[in-house]
Structure formats: structure tokens, C-alpha cells
T-cell receptor, first 112, second 113 residues
């Protein structure tokens, strides 16, 4: 079992839809949870990070972490064609030397 | 404020050759990590440098080595290239103590033929 599991998609939605992207993980030591957006042939762009369980909102994006279920989500409201990209979840055990463990990424396609 | 920069953008090498990739971190960042991203996969951690020392290393062979300079910039060296080393190599930088806030460069796409 991989440490971080993420459905590769693609996930196709119409413009304006609410998108839900998810990851599960097995390492209970993970405390920091990040979401990155990666456009084709580009480097990942940090969207949001959260610490421990709870919700965090930033504009059209909401991140949720449920540590009891080892499950994290990213919701995108009012999705736009420009949101079409691969979304990567990443996790780390601490804020110091700990490294990032990534999921495979979910490809999102938002059609006009 | 320039973000993380990497050079070169693309590189084509032959099996058995050696390659050096370069990274300049975001202003104010002192910790640099390198990741390998194969097609269709998430980035895999190679190693991390802080204060010019390798602090953490992922599951990569000794053919992968690195260096960090006093200005925090970094190099990734790969010796005896294999076809399987073809990937996007990503550099990420952060401030020490803020491991959750890593910023990535655009990557160097390495093709080994």
C-alpha cells in the first residue's frame, strides 16, 4: 500500500460545477497537508496548506482534513476552465526537516 | 520577487553520461529540496540541503548527489545515467522550519537516450 493514494482521474466537469478532490493516507504521523496545482509540463504551484484536522478556506478553494479517517479533500467552487490541471496532494510529518510525500495527482478537466 | 529558478529547461543525454542541474531558491529561503517526477506520477523526494549539508535523503542511489552553495543555490548531479532517469527534476525551496510551505521551480526535463 502506498503511503498516499489519489485517484488519477481524469475528472471532467462543466464550468461552474463544484469539484471535490480527495486523498487517503496510511501514515498517522502526517500532520501537515498541502495541495498543489500543476499545469502541463510546469512545476507544482502551492495552493493551500493545513495543519492537523479541520477546514481552511481561500477564495474558491476549501481544504478539509479528517485525521481520524486519514482522508483529505480539496473543494473548488464555481470551477473555471483555467482550473484544468493536475492537483497533487502532499503531506509531511513536521515543519522542520520532514520531506513531502505526494499522491500521484488527479487530472481535472473543466469544460466551458 | 523572483521565484525558484532552474536551469537548464530541457536536457538530452546519452546513457552512461553525467548531468548537472541547477537551482536558485526563492528570496529569503535557505532550504532546498530536489524531487524527481516521472510521467504520470507525483514528485519523489531525492534529498534536502540546509546550511550546505545534506539533511535528508530519499530512496535514490548514490549516483544522485548534490551540493548547496553559501548563497543557498543548489546543484543536482546524476552519474552513469540510465534510461529510467528520464523525468522532470524539480527543485523546491523554503524557509527553515516551514516545511509545509515549499515552492517549486519550473523543473528541468531530462531525457536519457
Amino acid at each position: 500500500q502506498k503511503e498516499v493514494e489519489q485517484d488519477p482521474g481524469p475528472l471532467s466537469v462543466p464550468e461552474g460545477a463544484i469539484v471535490s478532490l480527495n486523498c487517503t493516507y496510511s501514515n498517522s504521523a502526517f500532520q501537515y497537508f498541502m495541495w498543489y496545482r500543476q499545469y502541463s509540463r510546469k512545476g507544482p504551484e502551492l495552493l493551500m496548506y493545513t495543519y492537523s484536522s479541520g477546514n481552511k478556506e481561500d477564495g474558491r478553494f476549501t481544504a478539509q482534513v479528517d485525521k481520524s479517517s486519514k482522508y483529505i479533500s480539496l473543494f473548488i467552487r464555481d470551477s473555471q476552465p483555467s482550473d484544468s490541471a493536475t492537483y497533487l496532494c502532499a503531506m509531511s510529518e513536521n515543519s522542520g526537516y520532514s520531506t513531502l510525500t505526494f499522491g500521484k495527482g488527479t487530472m481535472l478537466l473543466v469544460s466551458p | 520577487d523572483a521565484g525558484v529558478t532552474q536551469s537548464p529547461t530541457h536536457l538530452i543525454k546519452t546513457r552512461g553520461q553525467q548531468v548537472t542541474l541547477r537551482c536558485s531558491p526563492k528570496s529569503g529561503h535557505d532550504t532546498v529540496s530536489w524531487y524527481q517526477q516521472a510521467l504520470g506520477q507525483g514528485p519523489q523526494f531525492i534529498f534536502q540541503y540546509y546550511e550546505e549539508e545534506e539533511r535528508q535523503r530519499g530512496n535514490f542511489p548514490d549516483r544522485f548527489s548534490g551540493h548547496q552553495f553559501p548563497n543557498y543555490s543548489s546543484e543536482l548531479n546524476v552519474n552513469a545515467l540510465l534510461l529510467g532517469d528520464s523525468a522532470l527534476y524539480l527543485c523546491a525551496s523554503r524557509r527553515s522550519g516551514r516545511g509545509y510551505e515549499q515552492y517549486f521551480g519550473p523543473g528541468t526535463r531530462l531525457t536519457v537516450t
